[in-house]
């Protein structure tokens, strides 16, 4: 429990943006996974840097837990104070401080959302390329190293984050990297926080490499009369060098739910979903040869989309997949996993898994971003049945085995949280310790996001 001293404190500062309502903190203590109702002692929201740290010295001084909240829309349990403790939620912190158009980059507070952030970006021509499909803070974006739909093209966060200003546990500011394109000037600093979840310290600023709008888009979706062929489409496309923007695979039963929640027509088997990005000589020319790949593979039914309303609704489809499987089933809850691969392994992970999948009898539709290996599973369960939930989590831990013993990662963009904490010493070894090192270097009363990532 944070005791009445610190609560006390952080009132000072604070004022009314420290709250100790359970309804503030019943909101706080939510996932949008699986996981139980997890409420911090009191939900505290900065509006600068500097009350960030004055809140980090006076915790650090009573040992009193911090766990950092972006938009809440994590999967593995990220942002849940399973020691208690104060959540600080950022949200309030969202300004886009500068947009420099000719050097293609922007600074932004840690609670801009990606949509608001490309929002502001409309009239320059530019854009904030990572694309998770929900509307995650940008914080909360590079705290998970998250990816999505156009990672294939343009990277994850660790490629599209060029410096940081972080908040260190004992309450110092410290900036990482430049806006220069490249630097050999010492460790990367930048690129540890990325993808640390918290654990090492509070992003409070972000420097963002921003990419020109496309000349011409193009988006498109087919069908294919397996799996098998739809995958192996997929890996012989990105060997062939074809510069894909997206290329997003859902299989026969995500198809059928994204019909029932969205009013889609797609045929009961797997598709692709695909975009191109360039010039209009380019795109059609990627068009065709994707198309050639695709129809030896057992492709069917392509619908283009070349008008911006057509592919927005295309992609709005897809980004709502999840809550399409969601309601696929009333009342159930989801394991919500994914994992990478080589994309020389995909097939054979992929295929793996349906079949495991069929044998347990749950529903479990699979969908993900297979242009650069990664997958996911949503494993629908009634949280009231102890067995499907076992049913459920045997699945998701045969999956991360999978990935591992085909050199791939239990995680390609969800993060560890705590969901995953169990599968760190098999993926990485002894390096995990020194992980644990490195944490507690930087905050030696594990006092930031603890339970989380590190042994």
Partial sequence: MTSD????????????????????????GRSESHFPLTPPDAVAFPVSTEEVAEILRICTASNTPVVPWGAGTSLEGHALAIKGGICLDLSRMDRVIEV?????DARVQPGVTREALNEELRSTGLFFPVDPGANASIGGMAATRASGTTAVRYGTMRDNVIGLEVVLADGRIIRTGT????????????????????????????????????????????????????????????????????????????????????????????????????????????????????????????????????????????????????????????IVTDVCVPVSQLARAVSETQADIEASGLPAPILGHVGDGNFHAILLMDENSPKEREIAKGLAHRMAERALALGGTVTGEHGIGMGKLGYMRAEHGEAWDLMGEIKAALDPQGILNPGKVVP
Wanted: glycine content about 8%.
């Fill in 100 to 104: 420099n158009a000719e050097d293609m």
């Fill in 5 to 28: 001293s610190t609560l006390h404190l952080l009132a000072t500062l604070l004022g009314d943006r420290l709250s100790v309502s359970k309804s503030e903190r019943d909101n706080h």
């Fill in 179 to 334: 806006r220069a394109r490249k630097s050999s000037a010492g460790y990367d600093l930048t690129g540890l926080f990325v993808g640390s979840e918290g654990t090492l310290g509070v992003i409070t600023e972000l420097t963002l490499r921003l990419q020109g709008q496309p000349q011409s888009i193009s988006s498109a979706v087919c069908a294919f009369e397996s799996l098998e062929g739809a995958v192996e489409a997929v890996i012989e496309t990105i060997q062939t060098g074809i510069p894909m923007a997206r290329i997003e695979f859902v299989d026969a039963a995500t198809a059928l739910a994204v019909n029932a929640y969205s009013g889609a027509d797609f045929p009961a088997k797997p598709h692709l979903l695909i975009e191109f990005h360039g010039s209009e000589s380019a795109t059609a020319e990627q068009a065709e040869l994707f198309g050639e790949i695709a129809k030896d593979h057992g492709a069917t039914g392509f619908d283009w989309a070349t008008k911006t309303e057509d592919r927005n609704r295309l992609w709005s489809m897809r980004h709502k997949a999840y809550w399409a499987i969601l309601a696929s089933r009333p009342g159930s809850r989801a």
